[in-house]
C-alpha cells in the first residue's frame, strides 16, 4: 500500500475542491482522489473559453445566441465548460456573477438568474451548482434574495469578518476567505513565505476570528452558517494549514494540488495537527486548539493590530443595500485595497472572454 501523502491527510480534515477547470486535469486525478467541488472564476473561464477544445463549442454556442449578447454566450459556454467536469467531481460546480457589476444588486441578480436557467437547461440540478457573488454590500443583497429563490451562492472576494458576517446575514452556502491576496502569486515580495502559517501567515488570525464567530452565531441562533471554503493559497503548507484551523473545506490550484499529492506525509515533521472532518460544521464543531487561542485578540493586517469580533457579529450589514458593510470594508485599509485590486483582476478576464466572444460574433455574421 501506497504511503499516505499530504493530500490523503488534508481530504482526512475537510474536503478537498479544486480550483480550476481543465477537465484533463480532473481526470488525471482520478481514482487518486475526487474532488469535491470545482470552483472557477473569470480568468480559468478565460482560458478554458479559449482553449482549441472549446473552439468548435463556442462557434455552434455564437451561432444560436449571436443575437442575444455577448454575456448569453459567455454565460451558456461556461455552464457547458462545466458540465464537462460534473460527473468527475462529487459535489457542486461553482461560477462566478460579473465582477464589473460587483456593486450593482440587479446586474447581480440578472446574471445569477441567467446561470441558473443555464445550468437548467444543461440538465444540472440546484444541488449540484453554486453561484460565487462578490462580497460587497449591494452584491451581497442580491444572494439574500438568491438564498430566498432556492439558488445556493458563495460569498467570494472576501478578506474580512464584516464580509463574513454579512454573508451569513445572506444565507451564503459558502464563503471564500482569500489567504494570500492575490497579488502575491505573482510577486514574490507580497507573499509572507513563513514556516508556520497557521500561526505565522497574517491571514490565520481573520480565518480563526471567522470560523469563531460562526460557531458562535450558530450557537446564538440556531441557524446554519456559511461553510468556510478557504482559497488562494500559495504553498501546500498553507492547504495544510487551513486543515489544521478548522476550515470545511480548501478550494486549491492545480499547481499545489500537485505538490500535496506528491510528498509522503510525516506528522513528526508538521509544526500542528487537524482533526478528523465533523459530520456536522456547527453542530459538533471542533474546539479551537489552545495554539491559536492569541489569534483571536490580534489582526496584523489592520493598523491596530486588534480584532473586534463581539462588535462585528452583531451589525446589520445588509441594510440600506449593504450601507454598514461597505462602510466597513472603507475603514480597513487592507480589505479595501485587495478587494479593489481582485475585482479588477477578474475584471480583466471578464473583458478578455468579452472580446474573444465578440470576435467570434463578426466571424459568424
Given at each position: 500500500m501506497?504511503?499516505?501523502t499530504?493530500?490523503?491527510?488534508?481530504e482526512?480534515q475537510?474536503?478537498?475542491?479544486?480550483?480550476?477547470?481543465?477537465?484533463?486535469?480532473?481526470?488525471?486525478?482520478?481514482?487518486?482522489i475526487?474532488?469535491?467541488?470545482?470552483?472557477?472564476?473569470?480568468?480559468?473561464?478565460?482560458?478554458?473559453?479559449?482553449?482549441?477544445s472549446?473552439?468548435?463549442?463556442?462557434?455552434?454556442?455564437?451561432?444560436?445566441?449571436?443575437?442575444?449578447?455577448w454575456?448569453a454566450?459567455?454565460?451558456?459556454?461556461a455552464v457547458l465548460?462545466?458540465?464537462k467536469?460534473?460527473?468527475?467531481?462529487?459535489?457542486?460546480?461553482?461560477l462566478?456573477?460579473?465582477p464589473?457589476k460587483?456593486?450593482d444588486?440587479?446586474?447581480?441578480?440578472?446574471?445569477?438568474?441567467?446561470?441558473?436557467?443555464?445550468?437548467k437547461?444543461?440538465?444540472?440540478?440546484?444541488?449540484?451548482?453554486c453561484?460565487?457573488?462578490?462580497?460587497?454590500?449591494p452584491a451581497?443583497?442580491?444572494?439574500?434574495?438568491?438564498?430566498q429563490?432556492?439558488?445556493?451562492?458563495?460569498?467570494?472576494?472576501?478578506?474580512?469578518?464584516?464580509?463574513?458576517?454579512?454573508?451569513s446575514?445572506?444565507?451564503?452556502?459558502?464563503?471564500?476567505?482569500?489567504?494570500?491576496?492575490t497579488?502575491?502569486?505573482?510577486?514574490?515580495?507580497?507573499?509572507p513565505?513563513?514556516?508556520?502559517?497557521a500561526?505565522?501567515?497574517?491571514?490565520?488570525?481573520?480565518i480563526?476570528?471567522?470560523?469563531?464567530?460562526?460557531k458562535k452565531?450558530?450557537?446564538e441562533?440556531?441557524?446554519e452558517?456559511?461553510?468556510?471554503?478557504?482559497?488562494s493559497f500559495?504553498s501546500p503548507?498553507?492547504?495544510?494549514?487551513?486543515?489544521?484551523?478548522?476550515?470545511?473545506s480548501a478550494?486549491?490550484?492545480?499547481?499545489?494540488?500537485?505538490?500535496?499529492?506528491?510528498?509522503?506525509?510525516?506528522?513528526?515533521?508538521?509544526?500542528?495537527?487537524?482533526?478528523?472532518?465533523r459530520t456536522?460544521?456547527?453542530k459538533?464543531a471542533?474546539?479551537?486548539?489552545?495554539r491559536?487561542?492569541?489569534?483571536?485578540?490580534?489582526?496584523?493586517?489592520?493598523?491596530?493590530?486588534?480584532?473586534?469580533?463581539?462588535e462585528?457579529?452583531?451589525?446589520?450589514?445588509?441594510?440600506?443595500?449593504g450601507?454598514?458593510?461597505?462602510e466597513?470594508?472603507?475603514?480597513d485599509?487592507?480589505?479595501?485595497?485587495?478587494l479593489k485590486i481582485?475585482?479588477?483582476?477578474?475584471?480583466g478576464?471578464?473583458?478578455?472572454?468579452?472580446?474573444?466572444?465578440?470576435?467570434?460574433?463578426?466571424?459568424?455574421?
Amino acid at each position: 500500500m501506497a504511503p499516505a501523502t499530504w493530500l490523503d491527510k488534508l481530504e482526512e480534515q475537510l474536503n478537498v475542491d479544486v480550483d480550476w477547470m481543465d477537465p484533463e486535469y480532473i481526470k488525471s486525478m482520478l481514482p487518486k482522489i475526487k474532488f469535491h467541488d470545482q470552483t472557477s472564476n473569470q480568468l480559468w473561464v478565460d482560458i478554458q473559453l479559449g482553449h482549441e477544445s472549446n473552439a468548435d463549442l463556442l462557434k455552434e454556442v455564437t451561432k444560436e445566441l449571436k443575437d442575444q449578447g455577448w454575456l448569453a454566450i459567455y454565460t451558456r459556454m461556461a455552464v457547458l465548460m462545466c458540465k464537462k467536469n460534473i460527473d468527475m467531481i462529487q459535489g457542486r460546480v461553482l461560477l462566478q456573477t460579473l465582477p464589473s457589476k460587483a456593486y450593482d444588486t440587479e446586474a447581480t441578480l440578472s446574471h445569477a438568474r441567467l446561470y441558473d436557467a443555464e445550468f437548467k437547461r444543461a440538465g444540472i440540478s440546484r444541488d449540484r451548482f453554486c453561484i460565487k457573488i462578490p462580497s460587497t454590500g449591494p452584491a451581497l443583497n442580491a444572494a439574500k434574495i438568491l438564498q430566498q429563490e432556492g439558488i445556493q451562492t458563495l460569498g467570494t472576494a472576501l478578506f474580512g469578518v464584516p464580509q463574513a458576517v454579512a454573508c451569513s446575514q445572506a444565507g451564503c452556502l459558502y464563503i471564500s476567505p482569500y489567504y494570500n491576496e492575490t497579488q502575491a502569486h505573482d510577486d514574490p515580495k507580497l507573499w509572507p513565505n513563513v514556516k508556520d502559517p497557521a500561526t505565522q501567515h497574517p491571514n490565520s488570525p481573520r480565518i480563526i476570528q471567522i470560523l469563531e464567530v460562526y460557531k458562535k452565531l450558530y450557537k446564538e441562533t440556531g441557524r446554519e452558517q456559511p461553510l468556510v471554503k478557504n482559497a488562494s493559497f500559495i504553498s501546500p503548507e498553507e492547504a495544510m494549514a487551513a486543515g489544521e484551523m478548522g476550515c470545511h473545506s480548501a478550494t486549491i490550484s492545480h499547481t499545489v494540488l500537485n505538490e500535496l499529492a506528491s510528498r509522503p506525509y510525516d506528522a513528526s515533521t508538521q509544526p500542528g495537527q487537524g482533526e478528523p472532518k465533523r459530520t456536522h460544521a456547527y453542530k459538533d464543531a471542533r474546539v479551537l486548539p489552545a495554539r491559536f487561542e492569541p489569534l483571536l485578540a490580534i489582526d496584523p493586517l489592520s493598523p491596530e493590530n486588534k480584532a473586534a469580533l463581539d462588535e462585528a457579529a452583531h451589525v446589520d450589514y445588509l441594510a440600506n443595500g449593504g450601507k454598514k458593510l461597505d462602510e466597513a470594508i472603507a475603514a480597513d485599509p487592507e480589505t479595501t485595497k485587495r478587494l479593489k485590486i481582485a475585482l479588477e483582476l477578474f475584471t480583466g478576464g471578464e473583458n478578455r472572454s468579452k472580446e474573444k466572444i465578440e470576435k467570434t460574433i463578426k466571424e459568424a455574421a
